[in-house]
């Protein structure tokens, strides 16, 4: 229960920073000290599923925050919230979660330079979201089918 | 696969942001959607490789008490699953329930414990003839994220094949010449005047025991020996419960321990007691002029649960109950003039003809036999009367007709009536 309230505390502190750095554009003190004291809240281990969704719900606040004034930074912040959320406080990560982490934070970053080098934001974020929604929803549905099939004295 | 109420509320999250993302053309809400988005995927990928790890692993090992069983009966199950657990995954297993049976087991999900093995005991009540087996298992993994159920039916998480044998709702009428070969170890209640054995005449011998025929044949003294004459032990009939009836459990206790006491307490005053278990027409268990109380308990606790009834006595024919309307329509008959005396003679004419047909009861030809085997004077009829109670109506008219006295017990706060049967007739 402490480590959840030091941890809380430590979300709040970076979203306050974050909140007070808009004023200023793109600053270049309060927001890096933000999304260091996040990776750091991010990083403490974590006891149950709220702390997971608040990391998330915090982090994603900040990297709006952090994008909207460098979009590069934004997304270097993004792939911490993703890796602490995916990790849950747990870091580093054992081998077997690195396989899915690792192409999760490749795909964020490639959809991130694919938005930073667009002449325009919405045709590659609808592309995106089509094309990794219905690809895992195919993958996942074939996956499941033939475990189903094996499971239930099919052929696989 | 579900989401869990995390995934719904990261799904939610890139919903806001997308649409954000839409309405204001912000990179910044474009990134953080699609990296939610992405985020998600990943997670349902490992929840997807997690599951296959630990079905993969899983290993399920059944065994029954008995492979072969009649209709109704009960059978014990122990069901071991074993898997690999994955950090960060809970497992919990439950039994598919089979067709045809009746099983307390699918209300059941066993949680695997840290070391992957899961242990399921339950009873399992074949309600149709023929091969039965356990068609498989449930495993359902949950993550902080997903949820999701497997059914596994292939051959291994199959089995074990039950032989459950037909229980006849009827039977064929005996003719006469069937009734007349007896069985020759059938329990006799006429003690007192049949003679044991012979012996040979010894000395302080009461002289009115010599058998003249034997000692005119061997030339020597041999006298009769007759058997005991003991108390007329009563009959306890238990009426367990059918499984749809909600009874409570305060009351089947009350019930059992009753019918546990009487036993107990016939056996101390008489010497024996013959105990009957029911559940509506299907019999559970007979216990002929038993003098170990230690069995009878034994039987009263294999019985002392509620129980799917095969068959039900309102779906019989009231054999009883057509001989009465036939004996009051005939004498009507012979009362009336006119159009009562046609209808009833028509009424006594529809009822012989039923009763003529040759399928009986199973029941009530147990029923018969049991009250024309054991020498009774009374019997304890210990039930809940809740439910169908069409058998216990059949056992007072049984009864009823070789003048058996039918005492009728219940637990305490349990209005009790034998239904369609006259009270002061069944008493008497």
């Given at each position: 229960m402490k480590a959840f309230f030091v941890k809380v505390s430590f979300l709040a502190v970076a979203v306050v920073t974050t909140l007070a750095s808009l004023p200023f554009g793109d600053n270049a003190i309060l927001r890096p000290v933000a999304a260091g004291i996040f990776v750091i809240a991010a990083l403490l281990r974590q006891g149950n599923d709220e702390e997971t969704i608040l990391t998330l719900a915090t982090g994603e606040l900040l990297v709006i925050a952090v994008a909207d004034a460098s979009f590069v930074a934004g997304t270097v912040v993004q792939c911490a919230v993703l890796g602490a959320a995916f990790t849950s406080g747990s870091a580093p990560a054992g081998a077997r979660d690195g396989l899915f982490v690792v192409p999760c934070l490749v795909a964020c970053l490639a959809g991130a330079i694919w938005l930073f080098t667009a002449n325009q934001v919405l045709l590659p974020f609808i592309v995106m979201v089509v094309v990794a929604g219905g690809s895992a929803v195919v993958a996942l549905g074939v996956q499941e089918m033939r475990e189903r099939r094996r499971f239930t004295g099919g052929s696989a | 696969m579900e989401p869990a109420r995390n995934a719904r509320t990261v799904g939610t999250m890139a919903a806001l942001f997308g649409a954000a993302a839409i309405f204001l053309e912000s990179p910044a809400f474009c990134l953080a959607a699609i990296s939610l988005l992405v985020f998600l995927i990943a997670l349902a990928f490992r929840f997807r490789y997690r599951m296959h790890r630990i079905v993969a692993s899983a290993a399920v090992e059944r065994s029954a008490n008995k492979k072969t069983l009649p209709q109704g009966g009960t059978v014990v199950i122990l069901m071991t699953f074993t898997c690999r657990p994955e950090q960060g995954t809970s497992v919990a297993v439950r039994e598919i329930p089979a067709p045809g049976t009746g099983s307390d087991a699918p209300a059941h999900v066993v949680p695997v414990g840290p070391d992957g093995s899961a242990t399921l005991l339950y009873n399992l009540t074949p309600l149709v003839p023929g091969k039965t087996a356990a068609p498989g298992i449930v495993v359902t993994v949950t993550d902080p994220f997903f949820t999701a159920d497997l059914g596994m039916t292939s051959p291994p998480f199959r089995g074990p094949e039950l032989e459950v044998h037909p229980h006849a709702a009827y039977e064929r009428a005996r003719t006469r010449s069937d009734i007349a070969a007896r069985e020759k170890?059938?329990?006799?209640?006429?003690?007192?005047?049949?003679?044991?054995?012979?012996?040979?005449?010894?000395?302080?011998?009461?002289?009115?025991?010599?058998?003249?025929?034997?000692?005119?044949?061997?030339?020597?003294?041999?006298?009769?020996?007759?058997?005991?004459?003991?108390?007329?032990?009563?009959?306890?009939?238990?009426?367990?419960p059918g499984s749809e009836v909600a009874v409570p459990d305060a009351q089947l206790a009350l019930l059992i321990n009753s019918a546990n006491k009487a036993t107990a307490t016939a056996i101390k005053a008489h010497g024996s007691v013959s105990l009957f278990i029911i559940s509506g027409i299907n019999v559970l268990s007979i216990l002929l002029q038993e003098r170990n109380p230690q069995r009878c308990t034994a039987a009263i606790l294999d019985a002392a649960q509620p129980q799917a009834r095969l068959y039900h006595a309102y779906r019989l024919k009231n054999r009883e109950a057509l001989r009465?309307?036939?004996?009051?329509?005939?004498?009507?008959?012979?009362?009336?003039?006119?159009?009562?005396?046609?209808?009833?003679?028509?009424?006594?004419?529809?009822?012989?003809?039923?009763?003529?047909?040759?399928?009986?009861?199973?029941?009530?030809?147990?029923?018969?036999?049991?009250?024309?085997?054991?020498?009774?004077?009374?019997?304890?009829?210990?039930?809940?009367?809740?439910?169908?109670?069409?058998h216990l109506q059949e056992i007072a008219f049984q009864a009823q007709e070789q003048s058996i006295r039918v005492l009728p017990r219940a637990p305490e706060g349990i209005r009790v009536s034998l239904p369609g049967a006259d009270p002061a007739g069944v008493m008497a």
């Open positions: - | 170890n059938r329990a006799s209640v006429e003690r007192g005047s049949n003679i044991r054995s012979f012996r040979e005449f010894l000395p302080g011998d009461d002289i009115r025991s010599v058998d003249w025929k034997m000692t005119a044949k061997y030339q020597r003294l041999f006298i009769r020996e007759f058997m005991s004459v003991e108390n007329v032990p009563p009959l306890v009939v238990l009426d367990v009465s309307v036939v004996r009051t329509c005939g004498r009507a008959v012979l009362r009336e003039i006119g159009a009562e005396r046609r209808f009833h003679s028509r009424i006594a004419a529809v009822c012989r003809k039923s009763l003529a047909s040759p399928d009986v009861p199973v029941f009530v030809t147990q029923v018969g036999k049991l009250l024309r085997s054991v020498q009774l004077k009374e019997i304890h009829l210990f039930s809940l009367f809740a439910g169908d109670t069409s």
